[in-house]
């Protein structure tokens, strides 16, 4: 990567071939998507570039028809990878992805709701797959679902929210599991991001919290998932996400977190990484991206940091919750 | 044949002829990759080959051995995983010798999940926690922070909760873990789980002894590296937790706020742990703690004084969040404004 000045705008076209390449890329052996990954990087890419304004880069039909691919007949979901067991996160991918792109018809919703609500346990939270991991991340991803869906009423909401207040912690954040440390990713944004979802809020400490996830943000401007850790692009979208559901973006100094993110481009290749000076790859570029956008950089589309969708197409299935970013500025 | 020197474990499954009866299932290619996966030609045919014992329903040790070079290679393979779980049972494998192998891969996956859940797994059938408490203070040498790890330790007391001694040696492994790196914040919450989090040890029901203790220590740990947000978010949580008054805590929190004195005083007080001669003052965490300890004075005097401190920390000691402390401003004058 460059080492001259680091970058002071967004490199739009250069990360729409990046991510339109990652098909072609085969000399970038450094950058490896696995398997078990695939469906949600098809997401992280429709997604990026779909804020960047240029969701048709893609071919439409291949893109579905993949999503098809992936479909595991004997457990009624996605895996994320055709011949992958079904998994609650591919699903709640591939769900995202049909929706997108206006496809929705191709899945057979009554399968998927029934598969996403065998996972959920006595407890509250959800099962990622039939091996029985559970975590917060994969309860988002089940209420997130089961919402776009229109199907929220089938699950066990009061359940699922005690789960969640379970893992509020003494700093007011939440972690993955109960007992979990407060970590502003796998704990804060996928619980106030589902509560937000279940018109829950009122588990939340806003002010402790909203303190809790200012208090992320380092004096290089970059933003971290837990005290004294290092900063990571991707804490952007997860971070600001919580703010602004929380309404407390202004919280955080805008500027130099958009600076921050920036400066983690490849002007040259396109891509964004976790930090300035690292290799790029479609998670960190989709989470930096977002992130941007709830910042209000100008030139973007709004982003729905609930589910982490184009606002407009949430807005269009009425699922549109009390979030606020800021103001998109001008050119 | 394997060419001279090249022993059977390197193999591809094609080629060694035990797997001979296995019909291998090719992943699917024909559609247009979006997001390819760039794959060895070892992972190719070991997963061709687990499809294709998925496919059969075969549970047996070759299996073990297919899994584990397809965890080796890919983690986070979690198909592989669970089947490999599945198998375990099936066959009954020794499980104490499945966790052997584990405390390898643990170590060089620490960043895994599926890693951990395996243990998990294994755990709840073992029933044998003790030992694993030692595995994990070892993976903490490796990534004193690592998340997963962490989580695990919680899960695994929580879980075999009833299981007195299990909980003996806890506090002194946390001491142990912030004597390293006072800054873990992953160990302050550990110690607030063990504390406060989880049930109540024997000899420990006198709470206010223990909140006495805590309070001891976390102060004690203050003085050490007062620029440190892990300690002062831990001191607040037990405050709260406890309901008792941040107010207390003023005369420990002023010293902090100012720069360093020249007339000190030498003696110690176990309350009143001074800041470590070599700390940089005043210290943004204890400016806020003070400003909170006036705020809940809830006169306008105290609000001022708040507003001062909050001053401080927007234009000089904290800047980055300037607009955080014009918002708490904002809010204690708003508050008190009928206050004359």
Redo the contacts between chains.
């Keep these: 990567m460059s080492t001259s000045t680091p970058p002071t705008e967004l490199f739009i076209s250069k990360h729409v071939s990046y991510i339109q390449n ?2 072609e890329s ?1 000399d970038d ?1 450094a ?8 469906l949600n ?2 997401y992280w ?1 429709l997604t990026a570039l779909s804020i960047m304004g240029h969701s048709d880069a ?2 439409r039909e ?2 579905v ?2 999503v098809m ?1 992936c479909w595991d007949e004997e457990a009624g979901g996605f ?1 994320a ?5 079904a ?1 609650i996160h591919a699903t709640l991918s591939a769900i995202q992805i049909l929706i997108m792109q206006d496809a929705l018809d191709r899945m057979d919703v009554d399968r998927v709701t029934k598969f996403i609500l065998s996972l959920q346990q006595p407890s509250g939270v959800f099962a ?6 559970i ?1 917060t991340r994969f309860l988002y991803c089940a209420v997130n679902a089961l919402s776009l869906l229109g199907k929220l009423d089938l699950m066990d909401k009061e359940k699922t929210v005690d789960y969640i207040s379970r893992c509020r ?3 007011g954040g939440f ?9 502003a990713a ?1 704990g804060v944004f996928v619980c106030v991001a589902a509560l937000a979802i279940l018109d829950r809020l009122d588990v939340v400490d806003l002010d402790t919290l909203g ?1 809790w996830l ?2 992320r ?1 380092l ?1 290089n ?1 970059g933003l971290n998932g ?4 290092l900063e990571d692009v991707c804490y952007s979208f997860w971070v600001l996400s919580a703010l602004s559901i929380l309404k407390k973006v ?4 805008a500027d ?1 977190l958009t600076g921050f993110i920036l400066s983690a481009q490849d002007p040259e290749g396109g891509g964004i990484a976790d930090r300035p000076g690292d290799m790029v790859d ?1 998670f960190h570029t989709h989470f930096g991206v977002a992130g941007l956008s709830i910042l209000g950089y100008p030139g973007l589309v709004d982003l729905d940091p609930v589910y982490c969708m184009p606002a407009d197409v949430i807005e269009k299935r009425g699922l549109r919750k009390g979030w606020k970013g800021l103001e998109r500025r001008e050119k | 044949m394997p060419p001279i020197g090249e022993d059977s474990a390197s193999l591809k499954f094609s080629q060694k002829p035990e797997w001979a009866d296995v019909v291998p299932v090719l992943q699917y290619e024909n559609v247009n990759p979006l997001a390819p996966i760039f794959y060895s030609e070892e992972y190719k045919d070991a997963t061709d080959y687990f499809r294709g014992i998925v496919k059969s329903g075969e549970k047996s040790d070759r299996v073990l051995t297919l899994t584990e070079a397809i965890i080796r290679q890919n983690p986070a393979h979690y198909s592989a995983w669970y089947y490999r779980y599945e198998t375990l049972l099936a066959i009954n494998t020794p499980l104490d010798v499945e966790l052997k192998l584990m405390d390898e891969l643990a170590v060089k996956y620490l960043k895994t999940y599926q890693v951990w859940h395996h243990r998990r797994l294994l755990l709840t059938i073992t029933r044998k926690p003790a030992d694993e408490l030692e595995f994990i203070a070892r993976s903490l040498k490796v990534d004193a922070k690592n998340y997963h790890t962490w989580s695990y330790r919680q899960w695994l007391l929580a879980y075999f909760n009833d299981e007195e001694d299990l909980w003996t040696g806890e506090l002194d492994f946390v001491d142990t873990m912030l004597n390293q790196d006072v800054r873990n914040n992953s160990a302050w919450h550990h110690r607030f789980f063990v504390v406060w989090g989880c049930g109540v040890r024997e000899g420990e029901e006198d709470r206010s002894r223990i909140l006495k203790r805590e309070l001891i220590y976390v102060k004690q740990n203050i003085s050490l590296a007062p620029n440190n947000p892990s300690a002062w978010n831990y001191l607040r949580g037990i405050l709260e937790h406890n309901s008792a008054p941040y107010s207390a805590l003023k005369d420990f929190v002023a010293v902090y706020t100012v720069p360093h004195s020249t007339d000190r005083t030498e003696i110690v007080d176990l309350e009143l742990p001074p800041p470590d001669k070599g700390a940089e003052l005043p210290c943004a965490q204890a400016i806020e703690f003070l400003a909170d300890i006036y705020e809940q004075e809830c006169t306008r005097e105290a609000a001022l004084k708040a507003t001062e401190l909050w001053r401080s920390l927007a234009n000089e000691h904290d800047t980055i969040r300037k607009k955080y402390w014009e918002h708490r401003i904002r809010d204690a004058l708003e508050a008190t404004k009928d206050d004359v």
Excluded: C
């Design positions: 990652l098909g085969k052996l950058y490896h998507l696995t398997a078990h990954l695939r990087a098809i890419g893609l071919n291949e893109m028809d993949f691919e895996g990878h055709p011949g992958h067991d998994h990622g797959d039939q091996w029985g991991e975590d912690n003494f700093d972690g993955s599991v109960v007992g979990a440390e407060s970590h796998q303190w200012s208090e943000q004096p401007g837990r005290p004294q850790k202004p919280w955080i100094d130099k479609v």
